[in-house]
Protein backbone atom coordinates (compact mmCIF):
# COMPACT_ATOMS: atom_id res chain seq x y z
CA UNK A 1 0.00 0.00 0.00
CA UNK A 2 1.08 3.66 -0.40
CA UNK A 3 2.50 4.87 2.96
CA UNK A 4 3.36 8.66 1.57
CA UNK A 5 0.05 10.83 1.55
CA UNK A 6 -0.10 14.13 -0.17
CA UNK A 7 -2.27 16.62 0.69
CA UNK A 8 -5.25 18.31 -1.15
CA UNK A 9 -6.23 21.35 -1.21
CA UNK A 10 -8.69 23.05 1.06
CA UNK A 11 -11.56 24.36 2.32
CA UNK A 12 -12.28 21.38 4.44
CA UNK A 13 -10.12 17.90 4.75
CA UNK A 14 -6.57 17.97 3.41
CA UNK A 15 -5.48 14.56 4.51
CA UNK A 16 -7.23 11.99 6.04
CA UNK A 17 -5.71 8.23 6.85
CA UNK A 18 -8.96 6.31 8.35
CA UNK A 19 -8.96 2.47 10.19
CA UNK A 20 -10.60 1.59 6.93
CA UNK A 21 -8.50 2.81 4.49
CA UNK A 22 -5.28 1.40 6.54
CA UNK A 23 -6.58 -1.91 7.75
CA UNK A 24 -5.77 -0.17 10.62
CA UNK A 25 -7.42 -1.49 14.31
CA UNK A 26 -6.99 2.15 16.65
CA UNK A 27 -6.07 4.58 14.83
CA UNK A 28 -7.28 7.03 12.38
CA UNK A 29 -6.05 11.10 11.52
CA UNK A 30 -6.68 13.37 9.44
CA UNK A 31 -5.85 17.28 8.61
CA UNK A 32 -8.37 20.28 8.15
CA UNK A 33 -7.58 23.62 6.92
CA UNK A 34 -10.72 26.46 7.30
CA UNK A 35 -11.23 29.76 5.76
CA UNK A 36 -12.03 32.60 8.21
CA UNK A 37 -15.68 32.58 9.24
CA UNK A 38 -16.29 28.41 8.16
CA UNK A 39 -17.53 26.10 10.84
CA UNK A 40 -17.43 22.74 10.58
CA UNK A 41 -18.58 19.59 13.35
CA UNK A 42 -16.54 17.06 14.41
CA UNK A 43 -18.04 13.76 16.07
CA UNK A 44 -15.77 11.61 18.00
CA UNK A 45 -18.73 8.51 18.01
CA UNK A 46 -16.84 5.91 19.47
CA UNK A 47 -13.31 6.98 19.57
CA UNK A 48 -11.40 9.10 21.85
CA UNK A 49 -10.12 12.23 20.03
CA UNK A 50 -7.20 15.29 20.16
CA UNK A 51 -7.57 18.36 18.37
CA UNK A 52 -4.16 20.20 17.24
CA UNK A 53 -4.35 23.65 16.10
CA UNK A 54 -1.23 24.07 13.53
CA UNK A 55 -1.74 27.44 12.26
CA UNK A 56 -4.19 30.34 12.88
CA UNK A 57 -6.97 31.33 15.35
CA UNK A 58 -10.24 29.07 15.96
CA UNK A 59 -12.98 28.32 18.56
CA UNK A 60 -14.22 24.86 19.51
CA UNK A 61 -17.48 24.84 21.48
CA UNK A 62 -18.41 21.79 23.18
CA UNK A 63 -21.77 22.37 24.82
CA UNK A 64 -21.70 25.07 27.04
CA UNK A 65 -18.02 25.04 27.05
CA UNK A 66 -15.69 27.21 24.22
CA UNK A 67 -11.96 26.75 24.01
CA UNK A 68 -9.97 29.33 21.67
CA UNK A 69 -6.94 28.08 19.83
CA UNK A 70 -4.64 30.09 18.63
CA UNK A 71 -0.98 29.37 16.56
CA UNK A 72 0.67 31.31 14.35
CA UNK A 73 2.75 28.01 13.15
CA UNK A 74 4.10 24.99 14.08
CA UNK A 75 7.34 26.40 14.42
CA UNK A 76 6.08 29.18 16.89
CA UNK A 77 5.94 26.66 19.54
CA UNK A 78 3.90 24.50 21.59
CA UNK A 79 0.12 25.23 21.42
CA UNK A 80 -3.24 24.18 23.48
CA UNK A 81 -4.93 21.08 22.44
CA UNK A 82 -8.74 19.89 23.34
CA UNK A 83 -8.96 16.20 24.49
CA UNK A 84 -12.34 14.67 23.87
CA UNK A 85 -14.33 11.53 24.61
CA UNK A 86 -16.29 9.65 22.76
CA UNK A 87 -19.71 10.67 22.32
CA UNK A 88 -18.96 14.17 21.62
CA UNK A 89 -19.82 16.89 19.47
CA UNK A 90 -17.18 19.30 18.90
CA UNK A 91 -18.49 22.86 16.42
CA UNK A 92 -14.59 24.10 14.75
CA UNK A 93 -15.08 27.93 14.11
CA UNK A 94 -12.44 29.31 12.05
CA UNK A 95 -11.99 33.08 13.11
CA UNK A 96 -8.58 33.41 10.71
CA UNK A 97 -7.81 30.90 8.61
CA UNK A 98 -7.36 28.12 10.69
CA UNK A 99 -5.80 24.86 10.21
CA UNK A 100 -5.90 21.56 12.54
CA UNK A 101 -5.36 18.13 12.68
CA UNK A 102 -7.70 15.59 14.52
CA UNK A 103 -7.10 11.74 15.55
CA UNK A 104 -8.93 9.53 17.44
CA UNK A 105 -8.66 6.18 18.76
CA UNK A 106 -11.40 3.78 19.97
CA UNK A 107 -12.23 4.35 23.77
CA UNK A 108 -14.66 3.34 26.81
CA UNK A 109 -15.00 7.54 27.92
CA UNK A 110 -12.49 7.06 30.74
CA UNK A 111 -11.51 10.85 30.90
CA UNK A 112 -13.57 14.13 30.54
CA UNK A 113 -13.33 16.63 27.78
CA UNK A 114 -10.47 19.21 28.62
CA UNK A 115 -8.07 21.63 27.28
CA UNK A 116 -4.46 20.66 27.68
CA UNK A 117 -2.38 23.42 27.78
CA UNK A 118 1.23 23.97 26.67
CA UNK A 119 2.82 24.44 30.31
CA UNK A 120 1.65 20.57 31.13
CA UNK A 121 3.13 19.36 28.53
CA UNK A 122 6.81 18.22 28.77
CA UNK A 123 9.36 19.27 26.69
CA UNK A 124 12.80 17.64 26.54
CA UNK A 125 15.86 17.62 23.70
CA UNK A 126 16.85 14.13 22.73
CA UNK A 127 19.88 12.52 21.30
CA UNK A 128 22.92 14.09 20.65
CA UNK A 129 25.48 15.02 17.90
CA UNK A 130 23.82 14.68 14.41
CA UNK A 131 20.78 12.92 16.00
CA UNK A 132 20.20 15.90 18.33
CA UNK A 133 16.27 17.08 18.23
CA UNK A 134 13.73 18.30 20.95
CA UNK A 135 10.79 16.05 21.28
CA UNK A 136 7.69 17.72 23.04
CA UNK A 137 4.86 14.98 24.62
CA UNK A 138 1.61 17.02 24.27
CA UNK A 139 -0.67 13.51 25.25
CA UNK A 140 1.91 11.38 26.69
CA UNK A 141 2.23 9.78 29.74
CA UNK A 142 1.55 11.07 32.51
CA UNK A 143 -1.22 13.37 30.62
CA UNK A 144 -4.52 11.25 30.52
CA UNK A 145 -5.78 9.36 27.55
CA UNK A 146 -7.14 5.64 27.13
CA UNK A 147 -4.94 4.59 23.63
CA UNK A 148 -3.74 8.06 22.05
CA UNK A 149 0.02 8.85 22.33
CA UNK A 150 0.76 12.13 20.84
CA UNK A 151 4.37 13.95 19.96
CA UNK A 152 5.87 17.02 18.32
CA UNK A 153 9.37 16.99 17.28
CA UNK A 154 11.87 19.60 15.79
CA UNK A 155 14.76 18.82 13.60
CA UNK A 156 17.18 21.68 12.78
CA UNK A 157 18.38 20.90 9.16
CA UNK A 158 21.27 18.18 8.69
CA UNK A 159 20.14 16.33 11.57
CA UNK A 160 18.43 13.04 12.08
CA UNK A 161 15.47 11.81 14.15
CA UNK A 162 14.27 8.30 15.61
CA UNK A 163 17.71 7.49 15.43
CA UNK A 164 18.72 4.47 17.04
CA UNK A 165 15.64 3.25 15.14
CA UNK A 166 13.09 1.66 16.86
CA UNK A 167 9.82 -0.27 16.43
CA UNK A 168 6.18 -0.81 18.02
CA UNK A 169 4.71 -3.28 16.09
CA UNK A 170 4.90 -6.17 18.21
CA UNK A 171 7.44 -7.40 16.81
CA UNK A 172 11.11 -8.39 19.12
CA UNK A 173 8.77 -8.13 22.40
CA UNK A 174 7.92 -4.24 21.16
CA UNK A 175 4.16 -2.95 21.69
CA UNK A 176 2.16 -2.97 19.06
CA UNK A 177 0.87 0.58 18.02
CA UNK A 178 0.03 2.09 14.74
CA UNK A 179 1.48 5.63 13.43
CA UNK A 180 1.27 8.94 11.12
CA UNK A 181 3.88 11.19 10.90
CA UNK A 182 2.82 14.76 9.47
CA UNK A 183 5.25 16.76 7.96
CA UNK A 184 6.11 20.24 8.37
CA UNK A 185 9.15 21.65 6.70
CA UNK A 186 10.84 25.58 6.75
CA UNK A 187 11.49 26.73 4.37
CA UNK A 188 8.56 25.09 2.05
CA UNK A 189 10.60 23.85 -0.57
CA UNK A 190 12.47 21.93 1.82
CA UNK A 191 12.44 18.24 2.33
CA UNK A 192 13.31 15.37 4.73
CA UNK A 193 13.91 11.54 4.14
CA UNK A 194 12.04 9.15 5.65
CA UNK A 195 12.73 5.67 5.53
CA UNK A 196 10.37 2.47 6.94
CA UNK A 197 11.97 -1.01 7.41
CA UNK A 198 12.10 -4.32 8.76
CA UNK A 199 15.25 -6.48 9.45
CA UNK A 200 13.14 -10.10 9.58
CA UNK A 201 11.30 -9.02 6.05
CA UNK A 202 12.08 -7.48 2.90
CA UNK A 203 9.73 -4.58 3.59
CA UNK A 204 12.08 -1.49 3.11
CA UNK A 205 11.48 1.63 1.56
CA UNK A 206 12.76 5.28 1.77
CA UNK A 207 10.47 8.24 1.20
CA UNK A 208 11.10 11.77 -0.19
CA UNK A 209 8.76 14.20 2.43
CA UNK A 210 7.88 17.73 2.18
CA UNK A 211 5.69 20.17 4.17
CA UNK A 212 2.46 18.84 4.37
CA UNK A 213 2.37 15.71 3.76
CA UNK A 214 1.59 12.02 5.84
CA UNK A 215 3.70 9.28 6.51
CA UNK A 216 2.05 5.82 7.40
CA UNK A 217 4.05 3.77 9.86
CA UNK A 218 2.63 0.27 9.70
CA UNK A 219 5.43 -1.71 10.30
CA UNK A 220 9.00 -1.29 11.08
CA UNK A 221 11.30 0.96 12.27
CA UNK A 222 11.13 4.43 10.71
CA UNK A 223 14.13 7.00 11.35
CA UNK A 224 13.68 10.35 9.59
CA UNK A 225 16.56 12.80 8.27
CA UNK A 226 16.31 16.29 7.51
CA UNK A 227 18.26 17.92 4.65
CA UNK A 228 20.85 20.48 5.16
CA UNK A 229 18.72 24.18 5.31
CA UNK A 230 15.62 22.57 6.01
CA UNK A 231 13.98 22.62 9.46
CA UNK A 232 11.48 19.56 9.88
CA UNK A 233 8.67 19.48 12.78
CA UNK A 234 6.50 16.41 12.76
CA UNK A 235 3.46 15.38 14.50
CA UNK A 236 3.23 11.65 15.52
CA UNK A 237 -0.53 10.37 16.56
CA UNK A 238 -0.15 6.75 17.98
CA UNK A 239 -2.73 4.90 19.27
CA UNK A 240 -2.55 0.62 19.92
CA UNK A 241 -2.55 -2.36 22.42
CA UNK A 242 -1.12 0.00 25.18
CA UNK A 243 -3.87 1.30 27.66
CA UNK A 244 -3.49 4.36 30.09
CA UNK A 245 -0.76 4.22 32.10
CA UNK A 246 1.21 1.42 30.07
CA UNK A 247 1.39 4.40 27.16
CA UNK A 248 4.80 5.02 28.83
CA UNK A 249 5.63 1.43 27.40
CA UNK A 250 9.12 2.79 25.60
CA UNK A 251 9.51 0.78 21.76
CA UNK A 252 12.36 -1.72 20.63
CA UNK A 253 15.69 -0.19 19.37
CA UNK A 254 17.31 -1.38 16.47
CA UNK A 255 20.31 -3.47 17.83
CA UNK A 256 22.34 -3.02 14.53
CA UNK A 257 22.55 0.62 15.98
CA UNK A 258 21.60 1.11 19.40
CA UNK A 259 25.46 1.15 20.68
CA UNK A 260 25.39 5.07 19.73
CA UNK A 261 23.14 5.85 22.58
CA UNK A 262 26.32 5.37 24.58
CA UNK A 263 28.74 8.10 22.53
CA UNK A 264 27.19 10.02 19.75
CA UNK A 265 29.94 10.95 18.05
CA UNK A 266 31.42 7.63 18.31
CA UNK A 267 33.38 6.43 14.63
CA UNK A 268 32.51 9.64 13.41
CA UNK A 269 35.21 10.89 10.28
CA UNK A 270 37.19 13.86 11.07
CA UNK A 271 37.82 16.14 8.40
CA UNK A 272 40.11 16.71 6.63
CA UNK A 273 41.24 13.05 6.07
CA UNK A 274 45.30 14.71 5.91
CA UNK A 275 47.03 17.45 6.92
CA UNK A 276 49.22 19.55 4.86
Not at 130 to 155: C, D, G, M, T
Not at 167 to 183: A, I, M, Q, V, W
Not at 208 to 220: F, I
Not at 235 to 256: C, I, Q, S, V
Request: hydrophobic residues 35%; charged residues 25%.
Amino acid sequence: MNHLLRPGKGPGTVLEATRASVGWDYLQYKVVSLEAGQTVTERTEGDEIALVPLSGSGRVSVGGEVFELSRESVFHGRAPLVYAPPGTELVVEAVTAFEYAVGGAPAEGKYPLRLIEPSEMKSELRGGGPARRQVNHILAHPLPAERLILYEVYVPGGAWSGWPPHCHDGKFGSPYLEETYYYRVAPEDGFAIHRNYATDTDFDEVLLVRSGDLVLVTEGFHPVAAAPGSNVYFLNFLAGELYDDARATPPFDDPAYAWIKDDWEAGKLELPLEKG
